[in-house]
């Protein structure tokens, strides 16, 4: 299989199992919505915003050593040495972490949510934090070995064990919100000890002496930068909305955003195997190689993305409505589509950061970030106590740009990236097709709405150019070879 039909396999692949994924997130909606309210949707939202914000943080960007090294290193002692000594130092500081959150639950609660009242949720949600930690750590082992699929098969099996321990604590147990947050961390526990024991049977065992760790801190450090930054982006918005009104609006607008995040399925697994490609390539001096990939996955996005915003604007609040109340879909459904258009250029800026990681140019990603950071959290500020949730969903689509834009123009020259455009006219037209045909055609019901606005899209776009031949057989060349063994 060549390289091409690798990352084509991988993140086709991957996306399946992502759908299932983002599945979780939209079911355990309505579980917790309707059986246990709008107000503990929005405390379950926060918690997992707090300690994802917390984890990813405290890991110190240190993943990105474990995919930078590994291409480097020729033997399995010195990637076994580089695993181990990150893992046993994000899961001592990751643990010193939650102590902090389990002590501070009561002022975490109150700054977050508004109310106190929701330490003891904070206090056992905080075991998620080490947790997280190392498996982020783990799931970029797999990146940086280049087995995406495995590890895209280890976090399916997550998923949906993990709704089906909601699904039986919330249906059949009539379990309050600690019993639900009691068994996701169950979840999450039993799968860090699948994945570790997977990752110890490929690399061995021994006890970490964090020799490597001053190496990695050295290259992970401006990484860290941007990751800090870009966590508080994409979660500055609910920790400001619960701060200012509380759980409810945190609620509403989780639900908005997890239908927009949707877009990031066309991102991540492109993400996920770009990195590590990516960084082969470069070392390898084959660097027009990893700008031509750059290239279309940023055309292949595009294509989906574009469509997914127009169509969020045709059917958003009725797709909230079929699994919330009416009150979270009135005011959701007019910040889903402001939100899917910041989303879009997250997704775009995830792919291009693949490239400058790749290059060793953590520090203008960590500053764009930085920047990016501190405008969307002076505009949610300003924004949030005036227009609530759309300021929140207009300060994400602004800061979000801001950054892409920023980052594209200096690729040009840190890079030698050029300038395309993608295609995105005829996208764009192709877009605007669907929405007048599926607009005016008077069907109201989403099972016929939907698949119409697909088939309206694809094909203008096919008619007018914007979709070749050749391109869909380079989609479905991979699947018959990966279905053929």
Known sequence: MTLKDKIVSDTLFATVIKIGEKARGILFIPLITLYLGANAYGVYAQLIVVTRLLAGTFELGLHSAVIRYFQSYDYVSERRELYVDVLGFILVLSTLVAGGMFVFAERISQLTLNDATYADVYRLGALLIPINSALIIAENYYRAKRRIKSYSLLNGLKTYLSMVAVGYVVLFQSGTLTDLVLYLVLTELSFFLLIQGDVFRHLGVQFPRFRTIPKSLRYSLPVMAGQISGNFLTRADRLLLGYFIGPFAVGAYTVAYKFANQILLFSRPLSNSFFPEFSNLWENNKREDARSYLHAGTRYFLTLAVPSVVGFTLVGERLIALISTSEVASEGGLALPIIAIGVSFWGLTHLYSCLYYAAELTKP????????????????????????????????????????????????????????????????FASIGMYSVVSTSGFDGLLIVIPLAVVCYFLVLFLIGGLTRSEIESLVRPIRSVWAS
Do not use: E, Q
Request: glycine share 10%.
């Open 365 to 428: 990603v960590s500053y764009i970030r930085i920047i990016g950071a501190g405008v969307n959290i002076l505009l949610n500020v300003l924004l949030i106590p005036i227009f609530g949730l759309v300021g929140a969903a207009v300060t994400t689509a602004v800061s979000y740009f801001c950054i892409f834009t920023v980052m594209w123009w200096y690729s040009r020259n840190m890079l030698g990236m050029d300038n395309r455009r993608y295609r995105i006219h005829k996208i764009g």
